[in-house]
């Protein structure tokens, strides 16, 4: 590098600048190839002045630049702007060619400088643009920017997505925090990802990221837009659901959305996603409601009441479509003998004979205990009865794969399924829908198919019956009704 310690001479005339070369290089010597004629050849810009590296008695370099008064200040205040230069090199600013554009924005840049401070009279009041910054980007375009504008505000007047996608800055070529704050004359340059956001830091005014308004606006619109998007995209996934359970998927989802009155399908899914519309709204229009029938068909399909039976499998005695329940304490199932406590609004509650409940609520209200029996609907078929079947056996893998398959064999379905593993003792209670087939034997003593599990339990504890008898004594004593 031979620039390092240079000289500039300013000589009167053209004339006077070749001898004053000579006589530099009568007395140094010259640096071979490092002679540049830019009077005879002037640069592209119009940059006139000869240049030459000569060396001292130390043998060190010196840059000698021999000009005019008038190239002088045609380089320092013209189109030239000999600071670009010396930055810039051959390569330019930044990577961009020094040409007469850049140079031009260059001036542009400093005249307006030059106008503030002529304005302002010199003196420490505030300037003109004292509220304004103007940067250049690394195509020598001149950005205005506010006052205390940061690399990120810089982004977003370039352009939009530009900002959005800012990780990093480069000022005069180096790399600054995008909180640093920009002054005038610099060129910055904005390292971009290839994808991605704005970050929710940049609103925060306290870190000092954004100066700008505009910018700020442009930040909370991403993060809107952002937002939006995902409210669509949750209201469409429970519409399609809606739909695949309803198996209305080759429904058409803009019809959908006009029968609700709605212009598209995203403006439907935002306002599902939002809870502002639920699901059952749009279940009416998938099942409209059937108009009513006119007088003649009203009497084509009248049906006769059946005669006899009763509802839900239980008659009581005496009454006839008396809404009645099965207690969840004791769950009767036929052919358990029952009887009736009239509720307080929600009628006749079945309970067992021998269930404590009942008998505690035949002691404080024996009043409301009324008969009732086990009937037969007019279709000839029994209601079906939830009924807990308990299973104790040494825990074992596939243990509950065998019992599942006895109860498939034998046509039960099972409702429900409690299991625990105590000390390797499986515990399993099964919920199965009981029908009644059969009624009890003649003489049966109430609670035998209770007695009889108990004692199928029991004989397993103590190894005298083996599991696969247990488990299909349990489901045939259940088949049978017990």
């Given at each position: ?31 071979p ?12 810009n ?90 250049l ?7 205005e ?117 709605f ?28 108009p009513?029938?006119?007088v003649?068909e ?12 009763a ?9 006839d ?13 036929p ?30 209200e ?75 034997a ?27 008898d247990l ?5 045939s ?6």
């Amino acid at each position: 590098m031979f620039d390092i310690r240079a000289l500039r001479i300013l000589v009167p005339t053209v004339h006077d600048c070749y001898n004053t070369l000579g006589w530099v290089h009568e007395r140094f010597a010259a640096v071979p190839d490092e002679f540049d004629d830019y009077i005879a050849k002037p640069k592209i810009n119009g940059y006139q002045s000869l240049h030459t590296v000569v060396r001292d008695a130390d043998g060190k370099a010196w840059e000698i630049q021999i000009r005019t008064p008038e190239m002088h200040q045609h380089a320092e205040h013209g189109v030239a702007a000999h600071w670009a230069y010396k930055e810039a090199g051959t390569k330019g600013y930044t990577g961009v060619s020094a040409g007469s554009d850049y140079d031009a924005k260059i001036a542009v840049l400093r005249q307006l400088l030059a106008w503030e401070r002529d304005l302002s009279g010199g003196s420490a009041q505030p300037g003109l643009f004292e509220d304004r910054i103007y940067v250049l980007t690394p195509q020598a375009s001149i950005v205005e920017l506010p006052a205390g504008a940061t690399a990120v505000d810089f982004a977003y007047t370039v352009h939009t997505e530009l900002g959005h996608r800012c990780r990093g800055a480069r000022v005069d070529g180096a790399m600054v925090p995008l909180h640093t704050p920009l002054t005038n004359g610099q060129t910055v340059e904005i390292v971009a990802a290839k994808e991605g956001g704005p970050s929710r830091d940049w609103l925060n005014a306290e870190l000092g990221y954004l100066a700008s308004s505009r910018a700020k606006a442009k930040v909370r619109a991403w993060f809107n837009a952002q937002h939006t998007r995902e409210t669509i995209a949750r209201g469409r996934e429970m519409v399609e659901k809606l739909l695949q359970r309803e198996g209305r998927t080759a429904l058409s989802l803009e019809q959908l959305a006009n029968e609700l009155g709605f212009k598209s399908a995203d403006a439907l899914f935002e306002t599902v996603g939002k809870d502002e519309l639920s699901l059952r709204s749009i279940e009416t229009v998938l099942h409209p409601p059937e108009p009513p029938p006119n007088v003649d068909e009203q009497v084509l399909l009248r049906k006769p009441r059946a005669e006899g039976g009763a509802r839900g499998g239980v008659l009581v005695v005496g009454l006839d479509s008396l809404l009645t329940q099965p207690a969840r304490c004791c769950k009767p199932a036929p052919p358990d003998e029952i009887a009736g406590y009239v509720t307080r609004g929600r009628g006749v509650s079945v309970h067992r004979r021998d269930c404590a409940s009942f008998r505690d609520l035949q002691a404080r209200e024996p009043e409301r205990v009324i008969e009732v029996a086990w009937g037969t609907p007019a279709t000839g078929h029994a209601p079906a009865y939830p009924v807990d079947v308990g299973i104790e056996a040494v825990d074992r893998q596939g243990l509950l794969r065998d019992i599942s398959e006895v109860f498939a064999r034998e046509k039960m379905n099972v409702i429900g399924v409690q299991t625990q593993t105590v000390k390797g003792w499986a515990r399993m209670t099964f919920t199965l829908e009981a029908e009644r087939h059969r009624a009890p034997a003649p003489g049966a003593a109430p609670g035998a198919g209770r007695r009889r599990r108990a004692r199928g339990q029991a004989a397993l504890r103590t190894g005298r019956l083996s599991q696969p008898d247990l488990l299909q004594f349990a489901a045939s004593n259940l088949r049978a009704g017990a």
